[in-house]
């Protein structure tokens, strides 16, 4: 049965550690690290989480797009497991938009990103993937991605004028769409 793990905040070690690639990916530990990362996100309403969030310095994180109070346009998809990833090219437009994170409560930031990624990664079957990811989940993976090599979505900020409260977030969505995010704030 799977578990809620606690979700470490900014200013802990493991949140700046480069995570240690999986040699054993079926694994019983690291099976049961994927089950209790997926009851975690969606617990918290997340749309992805790292295991350097959980406390455990390995190279795996969840990509679990869907709407919920702190991303209500995400579209959905089902909880994947990415283990040892890799991003294999990107394209050359970057996009700024709306980031939060679960290790750093209360605080939104626009974060530019490239819009679409060629990645590769092991599944928790063990077996190897090449996708494209574009957009909204474009953005989970690279930030998720971050966190295996200790870099936090602040640390992608163009400038502190970026950042405000998550209060603040929520009150600009409530009076825009999202294509109207960015210029809502400027």
Known sequence: ????????????????????????????EIQEL????????KDVNGVGIAAPQVYQSKRIFIIASNPNPRYPNAPKMRP??????????????????????LSIPGIRGL???????????TDRKGKIRKRQFKDFIARIFQHEYDHLDGVVFLDRLESTKDIVTEREYLRIIAKTTKNEWTSACR
């Open 111 to 121: 974060v530019p990103r490239y819009q679409s990624i060629s990645v590769e990664y």
């Open 80 to 101: 994947t497991a990415v283990i040892n990833p890799r991003i294999l090219s990107h394209s050359e437009k970057k996009v700024k938009d709306w980031e939060g994170c």
């Open 34 to 41: 994927i089950d209790d990362l997926i009851a975690t996100v």
């Open 1 to 28: 049965m799977s578990k809620l793990l606690q979700i470490s905040c900014l200013g802990h070690k493991v949140l700046r550690q480069k995570a240690a690639f999986v040699k054993e990916v079926g694994n019983r």
